[in-house]
């Protein structure tokens, strides 16, 4: 397993003031949340690469902004939604393929906006096809206050979709759900393709590694037992950490327990 750091924990900073951050503090592994639809392109898109190339930064994973409007674009009857936001997802699947990035981070629908199980399988299955076809892969992410929440759900899901589905899972978003993230490796297995990582415990959910009680070997020991080699992405909200250096001093002790446990 490797350590990352999203870009997501410095925002409301401008994406590539954020990514310059993290690759100046000696992070090597990141995910690219990307804000705007102007950051897909043109000289941000450009001064991101450039800053890749610089400091040698492998992105793992992007994250959209479109989680706000995935609900109406993917997951009601209006089929003509779905065939745009899928058009359009493919700006992501290209500037993805442009930083080597393997997986795409999709909220989904929210439990209010009503969508049938069954077509909500369609529609990822749809999402999923689009996505390999530019070579990288679509991960559903359980958010606390999406449909994703469910593990029941996310089961029938993977029941569903058999080797098309894969999951990204979140541990301050499971717990928020009131799942343990180990039962959550347990019924999920091996469609977890990717994880967003933070440490909890009586001081919150959303802590730096080391700073909560949660038996994190215990997680990363039941994850690879099910041959999980992927990111260990920390994902944490402004006032979790005090700035970016003591963020990369977090990543480096992570990195070096992950290394010193074999995992």
């Known amino acids: 397993m490797k350590a990352g750091v999203s870009n997501a924990c410095l925002y409301p900073m401008e994406v590539e003031k954020a990514f310059r951050s993290l690759a100046e503090n000696g992070i090597k ?9 102007c950051e897909l392109s ?3 898109r450009r001064e991101m690469l450039a800053l890749q190339r610089e400091y040698g930064v492998e ?23 779905v ?3 899928l058009e359009y997802f493919k700006n992501f699947f290209d500037y993805m393929n442009a930083f080597g990035a393997k997986y795409f981070v999709l909220h989904g629908n929210k439990p209010e906006n009503y969508c049938p199980d069954e077509v909500y399988f369609e529609r990822f299955l749809r999402l999923q096809e689009a996505a390999g076809s530019f070579g990288v892969t679509a991960v559903q ?14 089961v029938k899901m993977k029941n569903a979709l058999g080797e098309k589905v894969a999951f990204v899972l ?14 959550m490796v347990k019924a999920l297995g091996g469609s977890i393709k990717h994880l967003h990582f933070s440490d909890s415990g009586k001081a919150g959910d959303c ?5 909560g009680e949660y038996d994190n070997l215990a997680l990363f020991r ?3 037992s099910f041959g999980y080699d992927g990111s260990v992405m920390i994902e944490l909200y402004q006032g979790s950490f005090e700035d970016v250096p003591d963020l990369a001093d977090n990543y480096r002790k992570l990195e070096k327990f992950l290394k010193d446990n074999d995992l």
């Open 170 to 183: 979140d541990t301050k978003q499971a717990l928020r759900s009131g799942n343990d993230p180990v039962q």
């Open 29 to 37: 592994s990141a995910e690219i949340f990307v804000n705007t639809h």
């Open 207 to 211: 802590l730096k590694f080391g700073f």
């Open 222 to 224: 039941e994850m690879k």
């Open 83 to 85: 065939d745009d936001m």
């Open 42 to 44: 043109g000289p941000y």
């Open 141 to 154: 992410e359980n958010v606390s206050r999406c449909t994703g929440k469910s593990l029941d759900f996310l």
């Open 59 to 81: 992105v793992v994973s992007v994250h959209p902004f479109t989680c706000g409007i995935e609900p109406m674009m993917l997951f009601t009857k209006y089929e003509r939604r």
